[in-house]
């Protein structure tokens, strides 16, 4: 059972590039998020989706978006990298609302923007 | 607007011994309140969950933690601490009327001596 799965594992990016952190779930979960950790900071909520063609912005949205075409996949875009978007980002899902399903999160994609 | 406080960075403890991390949330109502795990380059999991009935919730991995709304924290405890413990901890708060969003903490860092 894959699970949430999130590529790539491990990206460096130059200042003013693009790119995308890919994560599909196997779950059918309707709720998909993604999070960024920052040391001392925890966890923050970038941007969510209740469902497919659903996108809403979480606390940190500014240089990030995001798409829900399909239940399964919820890519996060940086449209142009910047130093400050240097982090471990997570994506994670679940089912139902926050007290009727588990979180689950994939592994991480760190993120270095130089 | 909820927020989560975890006042301590880093804990040292001798295997064998108890382990507390203390957990602060600032909310209006009660809240659904979580912790989570983090091992080293691994996603979060789900370590217990309170959303109401009994204060003391049980956990997987032998951990249990008090919701205590008079001093509005929900700390973690383990009453023996194994080297697999050793990880990073997060506290987190949610509610169906702030759109079933996870606030996180800033995590504290266990390490387990042995």
């Known amino acids: 059972n894959a699970g949430v799965t999130q590529t790539p594992k491990f990206q460096v990016l130059k200042t003013g590039q693009s790119m995308t952190l890919q994560c599909a779930q196997d779950?059918?979960?309707?709720?998909m998020s993604w999070y960024r950790q920052d040391p001392g900071m925890g966890l923050r909520l970038i941007h969510y989706s209740v469902g497919a063609g659903i996108t809403d912005q979480g606390e940190v949205p500014n240089g990030y978006n995001v798409s829900r075409s399909t239940t399964e996949d919820f890519p996060l875009r940086l449209l142009s990298a910047a130093p400050s978007q240097t982090s471990v980002y997570f994506c994670a899902s679940r089912t139902g609302q926050l007290n009727t399903g588990e979180l689950f999160f994939g592994e991480g994609s760190r993120l270095t923007v130089l | 607007a909820q927020s989560v406080t975890q006042p301590d960075i880093h804990i040292t403890v001798s295997e064998g011994a108890s382990l507390e991390l203390r957990c602060n949330y600032s909310?209006?109502?009660?809240?659904?309140l979580f912790w989570y795990v983090q091992s080293p380059g691994q996603g979060l999991q789900l370590l217990l969950k309170?959303?109401?009935?009994?204060?003391l919730v049980q956990g997987i991995k032998g951990f249990e933690a008090e919701f205590k709304r008079s001093q509005s924290s929900f700390n973690l405890r383990k009453p023996s601490v194994h080297w697999s413990d050793a990880a990073e901890y997060f506290c987190?708060?949610?509610?169906?009327?702030?759109?079933?969003?996870?606030?996180f903490g800033g995590g504290t860092r266990v390490l387990v001596k042995p």
């Open positions: 987190a708060v949610g509610a169906a009327a702030a759109g079933n969003k996870l606030t």
């Open positions: 779950m059918n979960h309707e709720y």
């Open positions: 309170y959303f109401s009935g009994d204060t």
């Open positions: 909310y209006g109502a009660t809240p659904y």
